[in-house]
């Protein structure tokens, strides 16, 4: 497993509306996010969430040709930081950090993960408690994580 995780806006945004922005915490050793993701979170962060800008500020502004600011920051971040994992659930971004080689994962995988690893009793109410947001989740994923975690 990762040492380090890079959070776009979205996870943030998300399991700070269900009540789960902790789960992040327990789950990792470093959580990172970089300036423009934390702006676009608009809320404060909790002390253990690092804000480290990526020096790349070049592919920064190439990959915002493609996708989203917090997620081109996110991705340039990526490259410099050796052993990390970057949360995504933009399936543009998603592709775009596949396409780069890199280790990726999205809010529904942080919570299998944590359901996996025992932090967490069960991934299906906190799945549940998404469906009653804004946030876009898949049927058919979200059907396919919970029959692979046996709920």
């Known amino acids: 497993m990762s040492t380090v995780v ?10 700070d509306k269900i009540g789960q922005l902790s789960l992040l915490e327990v789950s990792y050793k470093k959580v990172v996010v970089t300036p423009t993701v934390a702006q ?3 809320e404060n962060l909790p002390s ?18 493609t996708i989203d600011p917090g997620e081109s920051s996110s991705i340039a971040l990526s490259t410099e930081l050796p052993d990390c994992t970057l949360i995504l ?14 280790i990726f994962t999205g809010t529904l995988g942080i919570i299998a ?6 932090l967490i009793v069960a991934a299906k109410p906190l799945f549940e408690q998404i469906q009653q947001t804004d946030f876009r989740i898949s049927e058919v994923l979200m059907k396919a994580i919970l029959e692979e975690l046996g709920e």
């Open 6 to 15: 890079i959070s776009d806006t979205s996870c943030l945004i998300i399991l």
């Open 40 to 42: 676009e979170f608009g």
């Open 48 to 65: 253990w969430i690092v804000v480290q800008s990526p020096t790349t500020k070049s592919l920064q502004r190439l990959l915002e040709e």
């Open 89 to 102: 659930d933009d399936l543009r971004a998603r592709k775009v950090a596949a396409a780069m080689g890199l």
């Open 113 to 118: 993960n944590a359901k996996r690893r025992g």
